[in-house]
Nanobody, 120 residues
Framework: QVQLMESGGGLVQAGESLRLSCAAS????????MGWFRQAPGNQRELVAV???????NYLDSVKDRFTISRDNAKKMVYLQMSHLKPEDTAVYYC??????????????WGQGTQVTVSS
C-alpha cells in the first residue's frame, strides 16, 4: 500500500506565500512523476505542476512564474512553493504520484487533499 500525505495548506491574504509538502510512504519500488492538482468548488480537477524524477517541471500557465515545484527523491517528498497568491488560487490541492510497487503496473496515487484559501 502507498500513502501520500499533504501538509501546508491554510488561509492567506492575496500576495502572500504558502509552501505545500507531500510525503510518500509504503511499498514503493519506483517513484516516478509527482505533481500537484487542485480543485475549486464547481470546477474540474486541474494539473497545477508536475515534476519528473529527473527534475524537469511543467506548470499550468496561470501559475507560471508564481509557483515552483520541487522534489527530494531520497526523502520521497514533493513540494509546491506558491508565491503571489491570488483569490483564484483558492482550491483543495491534491498531491499525485505515479508509483511502481513491484506488484502491479505503475499507477496513480493521490493524497487526501489540503485546503488553500486566498482572501482578497
Amino acid at each position: 500500500q502507498v500513502q501520500l500525505m499533504e501538509s501546508g495548506g491554510g488561509l492567506v491574504q492575496a500576495g502572500e506565500s504558502l509552501r505545500l509538502s507531500c510525503a510518500a510512504s509504503g511499498r514503493i519500488v519506483s517513484l516516478n512523476d509527482m505533481g500537484w492538482f487542485r480543485q475549486a468548488p464547481g470546477n474540474q480537477r486541474e494539473l497545477v505542476a508536475v515534476i519528473t524524477r529527473g527534475g524537469s517541471a511543467n506548470y499550468l500557465d496561470s501559475v507560471k512564474d508564481r509557483f515552483t515545484i520541487s522534489r527530494d527523491n531520497a526523502k520521497k517528498m514533493v513540494y509546491l512553493q506558491m508565491s503571489h497568491l491570488k483569490p483564484e488560487d483558492t482550491a483543495v490541492y491534491y498531491c499525485n504520484a505515479k508509483v511502481y510497487t513491484g506488484f502491479t503496473p505503475t499507477r496513480d496515487y493521490w493524497g487526501q487533499g489540503t485546503q488553500v484559501t486566498v482572501s482578497s
